[in-house]
């Protein structure tokens, strides 16, 4: 019964994180920029992991070391990554964004070898070559018109996740409770946010009753409530399991923007969208660091 709590638990969080791109469609329709809708929806779910951490009375004691590699892991994993993943949905539909994002396990792979000395199997090399091709298939059609400035984001956001993975494994953080690490993920987001809108001059702060909806719904549902559903499926079904029901996240993007925003979504886009979660779960199965961490949401 666990085990099948369990995995509801993951495939709803990952429904949920699925949700970001329509929010932030719907937001930009409203005149909100993406840094102000960033900085706002980090506001919003730090205010809400902070009120859990006092209720739950969870220890957020770190030490300096771990603060500093918290704030790395912040800088990159959720201010560059989520910047990147956000433009974007600008210039691109949220299905092709969220299948190009979701490419970030195998580059996590390719990492893993490359800082941690992990050995490159006959998997994880198909797992690339299954990747590689998805993309291109994914990037490369002719039934749609294709952004490349906005494909270019979107796998750079990737990219930037895999970092924040790689740098988020190391010994000094896997102490640290979780909610612990994400109130300070948070935390530090909101602030750098709040000082790049503060000297750039991009912080909004007249925004419409429906603007304030949708980032609200944004930093409830598809930040706050996606990560503790995560966190707690995951105690019931591993890490590993955890992993491969999160591609659940960039079908839920497909499928919202089908019925939307009526996106396109060719057939060499399914099949490249297919290519891509298959080398996800591929990668997912492997017994290695990418394994343990590379599940771990932004």
Not at 210 to 235: D, H, R
Not at 244 to 266: A, H, R
Request: with cysteine; net charge positive.
């Amino acid at each position: 019964m666990k085990q099948f709590k369990g995995f509801i638990t993951v495939i709803v969080s990952a429904i949920l994180f699925g949700l970001m791109p329509t929010f932030a469609k719907y937001s930009y329709s409203e005149g909100v920029n993406v840094i102000s809708l960033l900085f706002y929806r980090y506001l919003f779910a730090f205010s809400l992991i902070g009120l859990y951490v006092f209720i739950k009375r969870i220890n957020l004691k770190i030490t300096a070391k771990q603060f500093l590699s918290i704030g790395l892991a912040s800088v990159v994993g959720t201010v560059f990554t989520t910047y990147s993943l956000f433009i974007s949905y600008e210039y691109i539909s949220t299905g092709l964004a969220s299948s190009l994002h979701f490419v970030y396990p195998v580059i996590t792979c390719i990492l893993a070898c490359i800082v941690y000395k992990e050995k490159m199997t006959q998997v994880k090399f198909l797992a690339l070559l299954l990747s590689v091709l998805g993309i291109g298939l994914l990037s490369i059609t002719s039934s749609v018109d294709i952004n490349y400035t906005g494909i270019f984001w979107a796998l750079i956001s990737g990219l930037f996740y895999a970092i924040y993975i790689i740098t988020i494994a190391n010994d000094n953080l896997k102490k640290i409770n979780p909610y612990s690490l994400l109130f300070y993920v948070f935390l530090i987001t909101t602030l750098l946010f709040l000082l790049i809108g503060g000297s750039t001059n991009q912080l909004n702060f007249s925004i419409s009753s429906s603007a304030i909806f949708y980032i609200c719904n944004l930093g409830l549902l598809a930040t706050f409530v996606a990560v503790l559903l995560f966190f707690e499926g995951m105690k019931e079904i591993g890490p590993s399991n955890a992993s491969i029901l999160s591609t659940f996240e960039p079908l839920t993007g497909v499928l919202m923007g089908l019925c939307l925003f009526n996106e396109d979504f060719s057939i060499k886009m399914m099949i490249g969208s297919i290519l891509v979660l298959a080398s996800v779960c591929m990668i997912g199965k492997e017994k290695t660091l990418t394994r343990k961490f590379f599940s771990k949401k932004r």
